[in-house]
């Protein structure tokens, strides 16, 4: 659906954006997470066609977005970090507005704005003054307004800032509703939790490089390698490090006075049968479960490691 090669951008000797290459299949719903100036929103303008690159390639559905950028616009419903002014429009004007620029004929754009503004649940505020709608409304409004073109790829930049919790449980809600209406929908946003609910692929940039990127359980297993076990136990402590030991493919990450910590690459028979041999030898087990990595601690890994590097030579990348 989406393929991005080599890309570069430079603002004068800046380089915002560095050798960034990335594939987004259809139907893919993609997290764009990173810190602050860490070149998401350069990115995403060049996917969809408002900036031009230094270098590298950006096509959507196998047509170059560089050089055939009105196509492209076509494909791509775009919804900014920045919502705009809009002094004395109304919402549905607001629509009909944009409605005419891709050249609707205005009972199509009626019909077209009346379904979409029912979509975001905006229905009842069509008479109502753009500028007076609530944040979470004015971002809903805009999804609607990106739609109207029906695009395959729908882009948003940073849809959450600035949200209540409950306005942001809404946009997630829409924007799996959407997924599951086929679209490809890609996602910038500093509110990690929130992708990996939502999200079922990411790319972490930082530093204008792509560090991570793939299916979000391939980035996690790439970046935590093994999987982790958490054993805990009232009794026989020592016991279970010695067998946890006799495994190959075991290592014991760490000793707690009722819990122990270990990595390993053994499968769920293997982990069961480990287990059956501490019980027969008198450990007294009382739980064992799968420490989940989460979003949070991928993103500090991955940014962190970075910096120590100082590079990008060993960028973990996963694609799909
Ligand atoms: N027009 C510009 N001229 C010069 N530098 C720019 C310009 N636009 C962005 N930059 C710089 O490029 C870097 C990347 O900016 P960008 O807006 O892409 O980051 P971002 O990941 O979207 O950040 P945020 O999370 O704050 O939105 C920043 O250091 C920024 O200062
Ligand atoms: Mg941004």
Same mark, same amino acid.
């Given at each position: 659906m989406l393929q991005i090669n080599n890309l570069y951008k430079n603002y004068g000797k800046f380089k915002a954006v560095k050798n960034l290459s990335l594939h987004i299949p259809k139907g893919d719903l993609f997290g764009f997470v990173g810190p602050n100036g860490a070149g998401k929103t350069t990115t995403i303008r060049i996917m969809c066609g408002l900036m031009l690159p230094s270098a590298g390639s950006v096509t959507i559905n196998g047509v170059d977005a560089l050089t055939h950028q009105k196509e492209i616009k076509r494909? +791509?419903?775009?919804?900014?970090?920045?919502? $705009? /002014?809009?002094? =004395?429009?109304? /919402?549905?004007?607001?629509?009909?507005?944009?409605?005419?620029?891709?050249?609707?004929?205005?009972?199509?754009?009626?019909?077209?704005s009346d379904d979409l503004l029912e979509l975001v649940n905006l229905s009842d505020k069509k008479e109502v003054f753009v500028d007076t709608l609530s944040r979470g409304m004015k971002q809903r409004l805009c999804v609607a307004r990106a739609l109207l073109h029906n695009p395959a790829l729908l882009v948003l930049d940073e849809p959450n800032s600035g949200l209540d919790p409950r306005a942001r449980v809404e946009m997630k809600e829409l924007l799996l509703n959407l997924r599951g209406m086929g679209k490809t929908i890609v996602i910038s946003s500093h509110i990690l939790s929130e992708l990996s609910e939502m999200c079922n692929s990411i790319g972490i940039m930082d530093h204008g490089t792509l560090v991570a990127s793939g299916r979000i359980e391939d980035v996690m297993d790439s /970046?935590? $390698?093994?999987?982790?076990?958490?054993?805990? !136990?009232?009794? $026989?402590?020592?016991?279970?490090?010695?067998?946890?030991?006799?495994?190959? #493919? @075991?290592? /014991?990450?760490?000793? $707690?006075?009722?819990? !122990?910590?270990?990595?390993?690459? !053994? %499968?769920?028979?293997? +982990?069961? &049968?480990? +287990?059956?041999?501490?019980?027969?030898?008198?450990?007294? @087990?009382?739980?064992?479960?799968?420490?989940? #990595?989460?979003?949070?601690?991928?993103?500090?890994?991955? %940014?962190? =490691?970075?910096?120590?590097? &100082?590079?990008?030579? =060993?960028?973990v990348k996963s694609s799909h």
């Open positions: 494909q +791509i419903g775009y919804v900014p970090d920045f919502f $705009g /002014v809009y002094d =004395n429009l109304k /919402v549905r004007e607001y629509m009909d507005f944009y409605g005419s620029m891709y050249r609707m004929g205005s009972r199509e754009i009626q019909k077209l /970046v935590f $390698g093994n999987d982790q076990l958490i054993i805990t !136990l009232e009794e $026989g402590r020592d016991t279970a490090v010695r067998i946890a030991n006799e495994h190959a #493919g @075991v290592k /014991v990450a760490s000793v $707690g006075e009722q819990e !122990l910590k270990l990595t390993h690459s !053994l %499968t769920k028979q293997e +982990i069961a &049968g480990m +287990i059956g041999e501490m019980i027969a030898a008198g450990v007294l @087990v009382t739980g064992f479960h799968k420490q989940e #990595g989460s979003l949070e601690t991928l993103f500090m890994r991955v %940014t962190e =490691n970075e910096e120590q590097k &100082g590079g990008t030579e =060993n960028a």
